[in-house]
């Protein structure tokens, strides 16, 4: 009930155009989504985040959309960019405690 | 915004020593700090989370006297790999959350520490 199912796995995407990722989970009792994006050698830095009461959030490229009632939310990313491309994690907070539980990582590549 | 120093970024280190892993946050108080290990090409697994004063909650499976987790105050928490063997090496990463961030807490990273153990 924990786990945090994403897909696609890798994803290969023409610059200028939209990637989409999306993740399943099955605890509703999570209370936060964050988008954490990854390039090779670094931390995690934060993208974007949503809470289940609200079903879209917009921050210039990336859109996150989520579904409370599929227990689905996706990461859109507009107008993609060869700079975009690294690899992508969805993530998710209980309110039972602080750990956040990641999806297993999508890896972006834009071709310019 | 907030950040998260972890040091060192790389090490190299013999087998049978111990390294020393920094993480400090800069501009926050870090209430509650995590330590992730991620293998290459694979998502972060939660080793321990170590709020401030009190002793560090480990994840099952993590050897809790090889990865001793610090956490003595609230700008600094160090992670030090014991007696360290080549399957130790892994890219570790802090993440800090503190109190005043959305939603009740952000979650700020590190830049993360690649050990490798020859």
């Known amino acids: 009930q924990q786990q945090v199912k994403q897909s696609p796995q890798s994803l290969i995407v023409q610059k200028g155009g939209i990637s989409i990722i999306n993740c399943a989970y099955e605890n509703t009792a999570f209370d936060y989504f964050p988008w954490y994006q990854q390039f090779p050698g670094k931390g995690p830095a934060l993208l974007i985040a949503i809470r289940p009461d609200v079903s879209e959030k917009k921050e210039g490229r990336f859109t996150i959309s989520f579904n409370k009632s599929a227990k689905q939310f996706s990461l859109h990313i507009m107008d993609s960019q060869p700079g975009d491309s690294a690899t992508y994690f969805c993530?998710?907070?209980?309110?039972?405690?602080?750990?956040?539980?990641f999806g297993e990582g999508t890896q972006l590549t834009v071709n310019p | 915004g907030a950040v998260v120093s972890q040091h060192p970024s790389r090490v190299i280190c013999k087998s049978g020593t111990s390294v020393k892993i920094e993480c400090r946050s800069l501009?926050?108080?870090?209430?509650?700090m995590f330590w992730y290990r991620q293998f290459p090409k694979k998502s972060l697994m939660l080793m321990a989370t170590?709020?401030?004063?009190?002793?560090?909650?480990?994840e099952q499976g993590v050897e809790k006297d090889k990865f001793l987790i610090n956490h003595a105050s609230l700008t600094l928490s160090t992670l030090t790999v014991t007696s360290a063997h080549p399957e130790d090496s892994s890219f570790y990463i802090c993440?800090?959350?503190?109190?005043?961030?959305?939603f009740g807490g952000g979650y700020t990273f590190g830049s993360g520490t690649r050990l490798t153990v020859v």
């Open positions: 501009d926050f108080q870090a209430t509650t």
């Open positions: 170590s709020n401030e004063g009190s002793k560090a909650t480990y």
């Open positions: 993440s800090a959350r503190d109190s005043q961030g959305s």
């Open positions: 993530a998710a907070r209980g309110t039972s405690g602080s750990r956040l539980t």
